[in-house]
């Protein structure tokens, strides 16, 4: 006992003369890189999530994602074929997540309409869900294309075990020809474009805001958005397609991916993917 009481002194005595504090700031770089922040640090949460099959554009920014700690989630729309599920294992081995976007990208509100429930179901989700069971790849959400849905599409996925689904806030500040709409104020000052992370893990029904080059996003607005989420300890979903130098269509250009999770970064904010949420 007097041999670990020595022992403990000088160890404490070590720690008082080099005048070390154990406070998360003052951590060296190399060990903050590996502290990743966590959904319900009280310092906002930012879900990214890309589209369709933008497979090269996705594969080539993970050292982006890596740089930042970050995760996104990334859904498949068409034949889970070898070059979809290449890329699926790739992108769930690097901490992201993945999900579907439907076979045939079919409108759900208006393919549920036509054929009812469960012939949409054996027809355009069940062919990729099965493979996605057979080669190992778990499946817990799922993005609507064109963000169409209704509750009994919403009612069918949660009946079929599904955690989270994927619709819109349907908040566009600006139109196609990137004129300011008259009857929309900046992203940052829409209450809808965002939700208290407190109660992230009773929404089901994750409901995103649309970025990209056909959506003409300001890149300070979106700033000021990650700021609001930040000071205001809420959530913001952002989505896009393809990830690239130059995009077109609803496509995220490299820049503004590195500004958003630079930014995120800065503030300590948690950037996860939809299987990393809490759920009640």
């Known amino acids: 006992m007097h041999r670990l009481a020595l022992l403990m002194a000088a160890v404490l005595a070590l720690f008082a003369s080099v005048g070390c504090r154990i406070v998360e700031n003052e951590f060296p770089a190399t060990w903050r890189r590996h502290m990743r922040p966590k959904v319900g640090d009280g310092k906002g949460t930012i879900l990214l999530s890309f589209d369709d ?19 996104a989630t990334f859904f498949v729309c068409g034949p889970i074929n070898k070059d979809a599920m290449s890329a699926m294992k790739v992108m769930l081995a690097k901490g992201h997540s993945v999900g579907l976007h439907g076979l045939g990208h079919r409108n759900a509100d208006k393919a549920v309409a036509d054929m009812g429930a469960e012939m949409y179901w054996k027809e355009e989700i069940e062919p990729q869900l099965n493979i996605c069971r057979m080669i190992g790849v778990p499946i817990s959400s799922f993005a609507y294309p064109n963000n169409r849905r209704t509750d009994e599409t919403d009612a069918l996925f949660f009946s079929k075990g599904f955690a989270h689904l994927r619709g819109s806030t349907g908040l566009v500040p600006y139109d196609p020809k990137g004129l300011k709409q008259a009857d929309r104020r900046p992203l940052s000052e829409c209450d809808g474009a965002f939700f208290p992370a407190s109660e992230i893990a009773s929404h089901r029904l994750l409901r995103t805001n649309m970025v990209g080059a056909d959506y003409h996003t300001d890149a300070n607005d979106l700033v000021r958005c990650i700021e609001r989420a930040h000071e205001r300890d809420e959530v913001l979903a952002l989505t896009s397609h393809d990830i690239a130098e130059s995009p077109s269509g609803i496509g995220m250009s490299v820049a503004l991916l590195e500004l958003v999770l630079s930014k995120a970064d800065e503030l300590g904010m948690a950037v996860v993917g939809y299987d990393e949420l809490p759920r009640d």
Do not use: L, Q, S
């Open 53 to 71: 099959r933008n497979f090269n554009g996705w594969k080539a920014a993970i050292p982006i994602f890596d740089k930042y700690r970050a995760h």
